[in-house]
C-alpha cells in the first residue's frame, strides 16, 4: 500500500546513545517532516524538507539532525541521546500545492524511551 | 506567525450525540487551508476534513462536518451521532499558502471521549 514507511516502531536507548530514524514514501510527494509529539504539546515540527536537497530548522531542532537522502527518504538521527528525546516521533510527507493534498500522509510513529 | 488553539484537552459526549471540538486560528495570509486529524490509541494519525480559505461552503465528511467562521477566526469540528470509535485525541492544523515553507501547525489537541 502507497504510504509513508517509518522504523523503528520502538525503541529503547541509553542516554548519550545514537540512532537514526527512517522514513520513506512512495507517493512522489515533494515535501517530508519530522515531528515529535508530546503529552499536552501536540505535535512540534523537528525538521522538514521542502524538496529534495533542501533541510529546514523547525520549532524544535535542538539534538538533531536530518538527511533527505532522495526525494523517497529523510532520515532523522539523534546523536547523544537525553532524556527529554523520550517521545513518539512522526515522519510525514505531502504535495507542496494548495487543497485537501496539502495535508500529511503520517507514518505509523516511532516510540522512542530515553532511559 | 501562525497558530491553532484547542482550549479543550478532554470533552465527554453520549453516544448518538453531536459534539463539537473548538478550533481557533490566527494568521495574516489570506490563503490557508485547515485540516482536521484523529489519532485513535493506537496512534496512527488519520485525516478527517480540510476547509481552504476560499471555500464558501463549510466542508462536510460523512458524520464530520467543519463550522468555518472566518471573521472570527474558527474552524469548528462538528461530529454528528457520535460512536464508540470516534473516541481518540483530535488535532487542528492549519497550513499558509503564501509563504515558501509549506507546513501545518498543530494545536495541543482534544481528548474525545463517547460514553455508552
Known amino acids: 500500500n502507497a504510504g509513508v514507511t517509518q522504523t523503528p516502531k520502538f525503541q529503547v536507548l541509553k542516554t548519550g546513545q545514537s540512532m537514526t530514524l527512517q522514513c520513506a514514501q512512495d507517493?512522489?510527494?515533494?515535501?517530508m517532516y519530522w515531528y515529535r509529539q508530546d503529552p499536552g504539546m501536540g505535535l512540534r515540527l523537528i525538521y522538514y524538507?521542502?524538496?529534495?536537497?533542501?533541510?529546514d530548522k523547525g520549532e524544535v531542532p535542538n539534538g538533531y539532525n536530518v538527511s533527505r537522502l532522495n526525494k523517497r527518504e529523510f532520515s532523522l538521527r539523534l546523536e547523544s541521546a537525553a532524556p527529554s528525546q523520550t517521545s513518539v516521533y512522526f515522519c510525514?510527507?505531502?504535495?507542496?500545492?494548495?487543497?485537501?493534498?496539502?495535508?500529511?500522509?503520517f507514518g505509523s510513529g516511532t516510540r522512542l524511551t530515553v532511559v | 506567525a501562525q497558530k491553532i488553539t484547542q482550549t479543550q484537552p478532554g470533552m465527554f459526549v453520549q453516544e448518538k450525540e453531536a459534539v463539537t471540538l473548538d478550533c481557533t486560528y490566527d494568521?495574516?495570509?489570506?490563503?490557508?487551508?485547515l485540516f482536521w486529524y484523529k489519532q485513535p490509541s493506537s496512534g496512527e494519525m488519520i485525516f478527517l476534513i480540510y476547509?481552504?480559505?476560499?471555500?464558501?461552503q463549510n466542508a462536510t465528511e460523512g458524520r464530520y462536518s467543519l463550522n468555518f467562521q472566518k471573521a472570527r477566526k474558527s474552524a469548528n469540528l462538528v461530529i454528528s451521532a457520535s460512536q464508540l470509535g470516534d473516541s481518540a485525541m483530535y488535532f487542528c492544523?492549519?497550513?499558509?499558502?503564501?509563504?515558501?515553507?509549506?507546513?501545518?501547525?498543530f494545536g495541543t489537541g482534544t481528548l474525545l471521549a463517547v460514553q455508552p
Open positions: 492544523a492549519m497550513r499558509e499558502y503564501g509563504g515558501a515553507t509549506n507546513k501545518l501547525i
Open positions: 507517493m512522489n510527494h515533494n515535501s
Open positions: 494568521t495574516s495570509d489570506q490563503s490557508y487551508g
Open positions: 476547509q481552504g480559505s476560499y471555500d464558501e
Open positions: 524538507s521542502a524538496s529534495e536537497g533542501t533541510t
Open positions: 510525514a510527507s505531502s504535495e507542496g500545492v494548495p487543497g485537501p493534498q496539502a495535508g500529511y500522509t
